[in-house]
């Protein structure tokens, strides 16, 4: 039974899938700080609000929090890109 799970984890490379999880996690973690700290407090004066999280616009009884959703559409860019960019380089030095 041990012979045939270490098998299966060479077979199904669950080690890299375990790592290119905790990276992926780690790097999720990095954007958002980036996002959260550095690129939405610069953006927080075309807001107009103090802080960019509270950013809303009000249409009646509507309220829209465009803030938050800008923050976390620019994670998923930010992250898409890194993801596209390895894959590619990862794709091509498999090509070869």
């Known amino acids: 039974m041990i012979k045939e799970f270490a098998q299966f984890l060479r077979e199904y490379k669950i080690i890299s899938l375990a790592i290119a999880f905790v990276m992926g996690a780690a790097a999720t973690t990095l954007v958002t700080s980036f996002v959260n700290d550095i690129v939405m ?13 509270e950013a ?12 938050s ?16 960019v390895i894959a590619r380089k990862l794709f091509k030095l498999e090509a070869k």
């Open 41 to 53: 407090p610069l953006l927080a004066p075309i807001f107009g609000s103090e802080s960019w999280k």
């Open 56 to 67: 809303t616009l009000s249409m009646g009884s509507v309220h829209l929090a465009y803030g």
């Open 69 to 84: 959703f800008l923050a976390a559409f620019l994670n998923f860019l930010i992250l898409a890109i890194i993801v596209f």
